[in-house]
């Protein structure tokens, strides 16, 4: 394998003049006068983007954002498997320091890790990579490639070639599922999962009585995520390449697409503006619409959990595999999905389950201190433990 090649993020000014331009020109739909639309029941409110769309046409500075981003390490890029992925590198200082890999999921990037990275660094060498086809790294171009599975491959090559032959992995969204996979994937490698986000059903022969009465809030919550919060996932794991062309060409559409997740799924009630500024929004959206990459993006839902006969059928094999190390579950009351942990003890070889009183889907962007606390602790205890029974 080729070495690592450092990487500065860098577009020219027409490139954001030309995003200016159609933001300052674009063209809005109406809006029923119902109260509904306040409550974002149809979907992303119309004067909370045209707020968004003004602010990030006039106000918002791009090259600031970039300077806070470039700052979270050093970037690198390396082709693997013939394809370019995009990490970050922060090493501690202690040369002997364990190793975390951060996985991050949709629609989010190595963006949400900018205000826990610093921290965990100090005990942590912490790699953080674009997911295959998200941001500046490249997507598989081949057909039922691309799917968590081979992701997982990517990132057990990426720890390989920087010399880390053991490691943790922490993931939330489709790092959770990426994390998991790694786990089964690299029983040696891979010493250790957090996660904070853990769909799964009853085990066979579970009738209920298993479940707390915070567990019933929980998945209650999150029935209510299936039955109306779920249309965009029916779209991506069946038709993304339709989608992509007005995500793709429209930054208004790219933002809409990506503030109504970001607001349902967070802490919130129904004030995003109360845990994300507009600036740590809009460069998260940024990332995607400089570098084309929604389109890729969003094809891991059809190539991994698509309706289609050839969909991964690697990650229904692997899906079924019980994971033996040692495993940290992060529930946070607002995710998208809740994974009870007499549920959870049925996939993984649970050893800590934290139940939070609030936070939501997006963890370490709206909530870094509980997440950076719960990281460390679990995995530093993982590392004493196996010091101690050498």
Known sequence: MLAPTPFIIHYPDEVLDDLKRRLRSSRFPDQLNHPANQDWEYGAELETVKDFV????????????????????????????????????????????PTLLLCHGWPGSVWEFEDVLSSLSEDFHVVVPSMPGYGWSEGFHEAHMGHVPNVSRVFIQLM?????????????????????????????????????????????????????????????????????????QNIQQTRPQTLSYGLTDSPVGLLAWILEKMRDWSDCNGDIESVYTKDKVLTNVMIYWLTGSIGSSIRLYYESQGVMPMTSKEMRILSGKYIAQPTACAQFPRDIYYGPQ?????????????????????????????????????????????????
């Open 54 to 97: 003004e602010y990030w046409a006039e106000t918002y500075d791009w090259n600031k954002e970039c300077a806070k981003l470039q700052g979270m390490g050093a970037h690198f890029t390396v082709p693997i498997d013939g394809r370019r992925l995009h990490f970050i590198h922060q090493r501690c200082a202690n040369h002997n320091a």
């Open 160 to 232: 390989q070639l920087l010399g880390y032959h053991n490691y943790y992995v922490q993931g939330g969204d489709w790092g959770s599922i990426v994390a998991q996979c790694m786990a089964r994937l690299d029983e040696k490698g891979c010493q250790a999962i957090h996660l904070n986000m853990m769909p799964c059903g009853p085990a066979p022969g579970m009738d209920g009585s298993e479940l707390t009465e915070a567990d019933k809030r929980g998945l209650a919550h999150a029935g209510i995520f299936r039955a109306y919060g779920v249309g965009y």
């Open 342 to 390: 007499a549920w959870m003890e049925q996939v993984c070889n649970v050893q800590r389950y934290t139940l939070f009183d609030k936070g939501g889907h997006f963890a370490a962007m709206e909530k870094p201190a509980l997440f950076i606390e719960d990281v460390k602790d679990f995995f530093l205890r993982q590392l004493n433990e196996r010091k101690s029974s050498l």
